[in-house]
């Protein structure tokens, strides 16, 4: 199973075609070399394997975003029940 986060682009480097994006407060780098639409900073995008994939509205990053930290409540729930 393959769960995509969304992130937010926080800085672009033309040079070497990548960005820096923020993931739930934990930032990494990501390749723009197969995405061929524009993104800027403050955008939200979906990564897989280090690469960016598809850019996402602002509403839909947010809601997914909420629905993963539920989640993320419930599995800490479930290990504190056990």
Known sequence: MCLSIPSQVVSIDEKNNT??????????EASLDIFKEKIEIGDYVLIHIGYVMNKISKEHAQESLELYQQMVEAIQREDEDA
């Not at 993931?23 to 990494?28: A, E, L, V």
Request: proline share 0%.
């Open 19 to 28: 960005c820096i994006v923020d993931t739930m407060g934990t930032q990494r």
